[in-house]
């Protein structure tokens, strides 16, 4: 594949990646999990195919970054099995809230690509959106599992307006970034 159809399928990962993560918002652990799980690996790949269709303009820094993202999957199953060596103490512990890990590894990546892009200005325009579409989620996880592991897994009822909020923006963010890289190489294919 060409860099620009790269990026254009990576645009197309990070749609279905969105739409896969936003079931998390279904209150329905059999629809929520998987969803997260099929979230991780579509943006995972999605980041696979930005990095090497940016391979020349991001630089070793924006690369690592990307495969970070790449890496969310793998890092999410060494979570689930930390969590399972723990047994039913890790749902005691609140720990359960590691099964929605997979989305906040790979995002952290794409947000710190999305830090080194401001600077590499790889993308024809908007070159802050990876970091914008990448934030939200990483972030509200990681408050939301400390405040979960040290209430020993009391979902925080009282935030949940909050939570969703921010899982419906990651959703659109995400959304946007699809597009935009969809539409800005399918314009270079067109002029190529």
């Known amino acids: ?65 990307l495969l970070l993202g790449s890496a969310g999957p793998a890092l999410w199953v060494i979570g689930l099995a930390f969590m399972a060596s723990m047994g039913e103490t890790a749902v005691r512990q609140g720990l359960w809230v590691l099964l929605f890990a997979g989305p906040a590894f790979s995002l952290l990546g794409l947000t710190l690509f999305g830090l080194t892009a401001l600077r590499s200005k790889p993308m024809p325009r908007l070159n802050w959106l990876p970091f914008f579409a990448g934030f939200w989620y990483p972030v509200t996880f990681t408050l939301f599992a400390i405040y979960d592991i040290s209430q020993k897994g009391v979902f925080p009822d009282q935030y949940l307006p909050e939570l969703v909020l921010m899982v419906v923006i990651q959703f659109a963010a995400l959304c946007v ?5 969809i539409d800005d190489s399918s314009k270079e294919l067109a002029t190529a």
């Open 1 to 65: 594949m060409s860099n620009p159809e790269l990026i254009k399928s990576s645009g197309w990962f990070f749609v279905a990646g969105a739409f896969a993560f936003i079931t998390i918002l279904t209150g329905s652990d059999p629809i929520a999990i998987p969803g997260s799980v099929v979230s991780t690996i579509l943006l995972a790949v999605g980041m696979s195919h930005l990095r090497k269709g940016f391979d020349e303009s991001i630089g070793a820094i924006g690369r690592n970054m």
């Open 177 to 181: 970034l699809g597009f935009v890289l």
